[in-house]
């Protein structure tokens, strides 16, 4: 079946940490540009983050830069985000995705 699966979301205190986990099945995951999305509460749906199919070359919305990190493990199947720092503006449903695919998200809330 092919899919994409979030996981690693939750409730964290701003200035905390979480790592968002995408697993991937039913295609060849090494030959895409793999993207996170994250839609804030009563918000449109915005990109935050892709890593091309070698990992070697990502980019950034501006506001995660130097908190966010993307990465990944053909190995594995496997996309990450890593986000530090995190921020009440943060709290969203974030998205795996890659051309023609979605997971089903992941709730990340951000509050003290």
């Known amino acids: 079946q092919v899919q994409l699966v979030e996981s690693g979301g939750g409730l964290v205190q701003p200035g905390g940490s979480l790592r968002l986990s995408c697993a991937a099945s039913?295609?060849?995951?090494?030959?895409?540009?793999m993207y996170w999305y994250r839609q804030p509460p009563g918000k449109e749906r915005e990109w935050v983050a892709f890593i091309n199919s070698p990992g070697s070359s990502t980019n950034y919305l501006d506001s995660v830069k130097g908190r966010f990190t993307i990465s990944r493990d053909n190995a594995k199947n496997t996309v990450y985000l890593q986000m530090n720092s995190l921020k009440p503006e943060d709290t969203a449903v974030y998205y795996c995705?890659?051309?023609?695919?979605w997971g089903q998200g992941t709730q990340v809330t951000v509050s003290s």
């Open positions: 995705h890659r051309a023609g695919l």
């Open positions: 039913g295609f060849t995951f090494s030959i895409y540009t």
